[in-house]
């Protein structure tokens, strides 16, 4: 089992950054390939960013490329996404996910996660 809690949401005003955090339980940390993904009100959840086991290996969706990035302290059991140059069409909850990998891969689709953490807000103002 792996429990993940997110942090670091909150209200900020279009053009700003926030840096949510993802903390992991469990000593297996680094064979878990990590994911963030997001939902807003009335659409579905979509991926944003995925990391691989060793950190080496990174993904985006194109609408969060060059403003997020994604990042993961194996030593502490966490995962980090900055996002920079907010819009508010990035507000959502957002998710972190853990995905067991064999190979230092990443994974893009939500339906191989295994694990969720419960979710922050983040919300930007125009």
């Known amino acids: 089992q792996v429990q993940l809690v997110e942090s670091g949401g909150g209200l900020v005003q279009a053009g700003g950054s926030l840096r949510l955090s993802c903390a992991a339980s469990?000593?297996?940390?680094?064979?878990?390939?990590m994911g963030w993904f997001r939902q807003a009100p009335g659409k579905e959840r979509e991926f944003v960013a995925a990391i691989s086991r060793s950190g080496g290996n990174t993904d985006y969706a194109d609408s969060v490329k060059g403003r997020f990035t994604i990042s993961r302290d194996n030593a502490k059991n966490t995962v980090y996404l900055q996002m920079n140059s907010l819009k508010p069409e990035d507000t959502a909850v957002y998710y972190c996910a853990a995905c067991w990998t064999r190979y230092n891969t990443i994974e893009s689709r939500a339906y191989e996660y295994d694990y969720w953490g419960q979710g922050t807000q983040v919300t930007v103002s125009s």
């Open positions: 469990g000593r297996t940390f680094s064979s878990y390939a």
